[in-house]
């Protein structure tokens, strides 16, 4: 077992024992008093289980426990009482505190089962959550490579809209900037049920018949109505759905959560007005300030912050490379288009398999060119040498 458990108590002395009967079978260490714990677990986190006494001076047992929760919500708590202490015990478990309380004095066996159980919990917890988050990642990438393969100007869109926000995260000092950039990536799925003359005619500012103008539309709930099936993705549903109408729906910001999700909404709006305004010629500076003038409510440092947004500055290595000789990871450098002009894949793509399956297509029918631009950017290139 090589999980790590913390022990807690204000007495060294009882440390000492727990540490004498039980460092054979677990991974322990120990803290005296509830502040050292927290600072244990600032420096030497996560545990897989911590085991606080109860009576314990400036912080009890509970307050650390229910403190430990809002810090690592997926440790194992357990709590050592008196008999006394009971009732007290019995309330923390059904706050969802602890994961089971002892009565003391425990013996080593009692003690060396419950350490077991919690450890079996643990595992089960992370597991499945493993499992959710490769499900998540698995899902968000399979649906990327679907939209570059089917609809290479929406993607570019995307990767575009994701540069932008990253920006924007970073100036905001935003949490969970994941849930930010996935809305970016995800925001234009929905354009995979639109013709690509209709997907060319938006983004070079062309006007759409009434009925291509109304399917344009809803291709945010589109996406939105694909990711609500995918599990922790109903937030960012949410955010993709609302893009065009920032400002304009009801949420409640006193609730974090949809405080959040409104304010990634927020952020999609401005960051498409402004791709759509650099499409029709205007510098990084007009584009923002129109955007100012449009929306007055909105935090100004989003627009302070597109105003910075720079090109990706990662050192590359770049290359001329024949089709045949593509390898998955490379980046493509430029725009693939067919003899006829139809954009077959956007720049900024990553080769993947079905990628190049797409390029060999084409390529022998002659539609594209035999040789692309690539790029492998410099970290990568990196790991692939010293492999």
């Known amino acids: 077992m090589t999980e790590k458990i913390l022990l807690v108590d204000d007495e060294p002395n009882v440390l000492q024992g727990y540490q004498r009967l039980l460092h054979r079978e677990f991974k322990l260490e120990t803290a005296v008093g509830g502040k050292g714990a927290l600072a244990m677990l600032s420096v030497n986190g996560p545990y897989a289980i911590v085991v606080a006494d109860m009576r314990m001076p400036e912080m009890d047992g509970v307050q650390l426990l229910a403190r430990i929760k809002e810090l690592a919500p997926d440790t194992i708590r357990i709590m050592l009482t008196g ?143 694909l990711l609500s099936s995918i599990p922790r993705m109903e937030p960012i549903a949410w955010m993709i759905a609302h893009q065009n109408q920032a400002g304009t729906v009801e949420a409640d910001l006193a609730d974090p959560e949809k405080a959040e999700i409104r304010l990634g909404a927020d952020i999609l709006w ?53 089709i045949e000789d593509l390898v998955p990871g490379m980046i493509l450098e430029e725009e693939v288009r067919s003899e006829h002009g139809l954009l077959i894949l956007a720049k900024g793509q990553e080769v993947t398999p079905a990628l190049i399956l797409k390029l060999e297509t084409f390529a022998r029918k002659q539609a594209v060119r035999q040789t692309l631009t690539v790029s492998l950017p410099m970290t990568a290139a990196v790991s692939a040498a010293s492999a």
Not at 275 to 287: N, P, V
């Open 270 to 322: 401005a960051t498409l007005r402004f791709d759509e305004a650099l499409h029709a010629g205007l510098s990084r500076t007009e584009a923002a300030h129109r955007l100012l003038r449009q929306r007055r409510d909105l935090d100004p440092r989003i627009f302070h912050a597109l105003v910075e947004v720079e090109p990706e500055a990662e050192e590359k290595r770049t290359r001329v490379c024949a």
């Open 83 to 225: 008999n006394a202490e009971i009732q007290t015990a019995v309330g923390a478990v059904n706050e969802g505190n602890i994961f089971r309380f002892l009565t003391k004095p425990c013996t080593k066996e009692v003690l060396a089962k419950t350490l077991t159980a919690a450890l079996v919990q643990y595992r089960l917890v992370n597991a499945e959550k493993q499992l959710l988050d490769q499900t998540l990642k698995g899902s968000i990438q399979v649906l990327a490579e679907v939209l570059g393969l089917v609809s290479p100007a929406a993607f570019g869109r995307a990767l575009r809209l994701r540069r932008y926000i990253r920006h924007i995260v970073t100036k905001l000092s935003l949490g969970h900037s994941w849930k930010f950039e996935v809305a970016a990536m995800m925001s234009q799925l929905g354009c995979v049920t639109l013709a690509p003359e209709v997907i060319d005619a938006v983004y070079a500012g062309r006007d759409l018949s009434p009925e291509d103008q109304a399917q344009y539309q809803r291709h945010p709930r589109v996406a939105s109505d």
